[in-house]
């Protein structure tokens, strides 16, 4: 069986907080340690640019969403962590979806009604009042970032939904129009991390200033912890574990032994002074250790810019050659392109000269091999050519072999052609 692909992206407009940790990082780095997933996970930069305009924070949300992706421990080698401006493919993709995407089904966005909804309440003549494109099209990028890497799977919050079905509605008009290039996605949408509260007690959210930064030092973190709201009830009260922001958080925390024992404190009226004291424990405790190596990597970010570069060569070796596709479905090709199957299916009007077919055969090979390039810059790229040359001749027959029999008579064609051309390294 196949592996499924799963992919999450992160907004960089903002301080990573518990609830991005608890509702998306940590459960991808869950599923990235388990072999039946591929994932991909990446920086989302080209969005935080739709909602802000402060460059020096997006800067420093990107430089601290990726010190935490790592300082959490994702395994790198596993998962392809890249940063969505390092692939231009994506925009790329994004222009030809914009043109199979409908108006009105932008129109229909939820982040787009609402800010119509909140100029028609303010009594704005122009409802589209401080409405850019970027936030119109929105889901149109996202689109792209999913449909690039033919992800299955896309672990998100509620509010995301609506976007992973246009995504689909996207790639099914794309599919249906030119060449099922694309795989429609579906939402994983995991109950138990909608309810992670912040410090006023609605879910934690930028949005609503309420958020507590995963990794700021033990006294912010006290400090925070002191401000979560609770009621009234004094020393010895019973208190409703369920309905208190306080116990939720350390639920999401603790082991299960831990928060049935704390269940049956706050039922025995626990002080909440003493029940805050536990939170910030639990969560120090199990913060210390990433927060030390987040620090570290927050004084290292050359290193940091590193492993984005290596992510970001990962990534588009799967991009590249499948945009070439996308672009070639679509109708942008070499002038010399002739499709592979024009040759045998087209009825033949007039038999051709064999110099006539020896041009088209030329034509055919020379954009092949421009489909090719990303294979053939890895080899040119490698310090040992005849070493990469083998490994990518031997990744392209395992692709050709897991391929149906149409497909399969073309990537045998483009297999053949590598071959050649790579034999001047062996
Ligand atoms: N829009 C998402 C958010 O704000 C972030 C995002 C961008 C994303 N591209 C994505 C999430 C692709 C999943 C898949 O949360």
Not at 22 to 42: C, H, M, T, V, W
Not at 187 to 208: C, F, N, T, W
Not at 254 to 262: C, G, K, R, V, Y
Not at 330 to 347: C, F, H, K
Request: aromatic share 8%; with cysteine.
């Amino acid at each position: 069986m196949s592996k499924k692909t799963v992919l999450t992206g992160i907004t960089t407009s903002g301080t990573p907080h518990i609830g991005n940790y608890l509702g998306a990082i940590k459960p991808a780095i869950q599923a990235s340690e388990d072999a039946r997933y591929n994932s991909f996970f990446f920086l989302a930069d080209y969005h935080a640019l739709i909602k802000c305009h402060d460059p020096a924070r997006v800067a420093r949300s990107s430089q601290e969403i990726a010190a935490t992706w790592l300082a959490l421990g994702l395994d790198t080698d596993k998962a392809t962590f890249y940063r969505q401006t390092d692939i231009p493919d994506i925009t790329e993709l994004t222009w030809l979806l914009t043109c199979m995407t409908s108006k009105g089904l932008m129109n229909r966005s939820h982040a787009y009604k609402a800010s119509v909804d909140a100029n028609r309440d303010a009594g704005k003549e122009d409802v589209d009042d401080g409405v850019t494109m970027g936030l119109f099209g929105y889901p149109i990028l996202m689109a792209a970032d999913i449909l690039m890497f033919s992800a299955d799977i896309i672990p998100v919050g509620k509010d995301q939904i609506q976007h992973i079905e246009m995504a689909r509605d996207i790639a099914g008009r794309f599919n249906h129009t030119y060449e099922p290039l694309f795989t429609l996605p579906s939402a994983q949408v995991d109950e138990s991390s909608q309810l992670i509260p912040g410090l006023d007690g609605r879910k934690m959210s930028k949005s609503y200033d309420n958020t507590i930064p995963l990794f700021c030092t033990a006294h912010e973190l006290r400090k925070l912890v002191n401000q979560i709201v609770t009621d009234t009830r004094g020393p010895g009260e019973p208190k409703d574990p369920d309905g208190s922001a306080l116990f939720q958080l350390y639920s999401s925390f603790a082991t299960p032994e831990q928060t049935t024992e704390m269940h049956q404190k706050y039922l025995e009226g626990i002080a909440w002074s003493e029940a805050k004291s536990e939170l910030f424990e639990c969560l120090d405790s199990q913060l210390s250790t990433p927060r030390a190596r987040y620090n570290e990597l927050m004084n290292d970010l050359g290193s940091v810019e590193d492993i984005l570069q290596k992510g970001a060569i990962k990534a588009r070796e799967k991009s590249a050659p499948f945009m070439e596709k996308v672009r070639i479905a679509a109708g942008i090709r070499p002038l010399t392109y002739v499709p592979a199957q024009s040759l045998t299916d087209a009825p033949v009007k007039k038999e051709k000269s064999a110099e006539e077919l020896a041009r088209v055969e030329q034509g055919r090979r020379r954009a092949i091999i421009m489909q090719l390039k990303p294979l053939f810059d890895r080899v040119t790229a490698a310090d040992d050519k005849a070493e990469m040359a083998k490994l990518v001749l031997t990744e392209k027959a395992c692709e050709v072999e897991q391929l149906k029999k149409k497909q399969k008579q073309k990537a045998q064609n483009e297999l053949d052609i590598l071959a050649e051309e790579l034999a001047q390294y062996s």
